[in-house]
C-alpha cells in the first residue's frame, strides 16, 4: 500500500514537472496575442486571445467609480502606448438606458483619423477601432489600391436611442446608447478617391467590383475584431454603413 502511494505521488509529480515546462515553453514561443496573461498590444495581429483582453477593458453600470477610473486609465495607458493619443472625456448620463462610462475621445496619433472626429465612445470600442484599422483597413487599403487610408468617414457614435430607433419599448436599447458602436460610411484613401458602402457596395458605384471587394474585406475583418458587425446584406437599414460594436452578444452580417 505504501509503495501504491509513494509511485502515485512520484507520478504526479512528474505530470506537475511537465506541466510547468509546458507551460515554460508556451509563454515563450506562442505568439503573445494567443496567451490570455500576456498584455494587449496594439501592434500585434489580432489573435485567440485579442477579444478577451479588449474586453477586460468594459465596465458594468454598477460598477463604482474607482473601479471605472482604474479600468480606464489602464485601456488608456494600453492605447497611448501604441501611438494613439486619447484623452478622457466625461461619463454621460442621458437617462434611463442611455448610459456612458469610461468614455474617452481619440485626438489623434497613430491612427486613421474619424471624419468627422472628437467622438465620444467608451474605451474598448476605441480599442477595437485601432485594431481594426492597423489590422484590416489599412492592410486592405494597401492590397487594393496601393494607397493608405486617411480618413474614416462615419455617422457618429453616441446616439439615445433603442435599436433602429424605436419608439417600442420591447425594442432593447441600442449599442449607441452606451457609445459601445461606430458606424462607418466610406473611407477616403490617400490618393483622393473614397469608397462608400452605399455607391460601392453592389459592385455598380464609382469604384466598381473592387471597391465591391475592398468593404466586404472590411466587414469581414471587422467580424474578428467587433461583437457585431452589420452591413447592407443585413437589411434596409444598414445599406448605407458598416455598424460596428462591442456588445456582449455577436452576429456578423
Known sequence: MQR??????????????????????????????????????????????????????????????????????ACIQTLRDAGVEVRRAEDIDGGGFCQVRNAVVITGGAVTPLKPGGLTMQCPLAVRYVIWDRQVLRPSAEAAYGSAPVAVNNFGTYSCRRIYGSEDQNDRPSEHARANALDVASVTLADGRTV????????????????????????????????????????????????????????CA
Open 4 to 73: 501504491d502511494f509513494a509511485d502515485f505521488w512520484n507520478l504526479m509529480w512528474e505530470v506537475g514537472l511537465a506541466l510547468c515546462a509546458g507551460f515554460a515553453l508556451l509563454n515563450v514561443f506562442a505568439p503573445p496575442q494567443d496567451l490570455p496573461w500576456k498584455p494587449l498590444d496594439l501592434n500585434r495581429p489580432i489573435g485567440q486571445a485579442t477579444a478577451a483582453k479588449v474586453a477586460d477593458f468594459s465596465v458594468g453600470f454598477s460598477a463604482p467609480e474607482e473601479e471605472v477610473e482604474a479600468v480606464t486609465a
Open 196 to 251: 462608400s458602402v452605399q455607391s460601392d457596395w453592389d459592385g455598380q458605384g464609382p469604384q466598381g467590383v473592387e471597391g465591391a471587394g475592398f468593404i466586404r474585406r472590411l466587414r469581414d475583418g471587422a467580424c474578428r475584431v467587433f461583437s457585431t458587425v452589420l452591413s447592407p446584406d443585413y437589411n434596409e437599414a444598414h445599406a448605407d454603413h458598416l455598424h460596428l460594436d462591442g456588445a456582449p452578444r455577436g452576429l
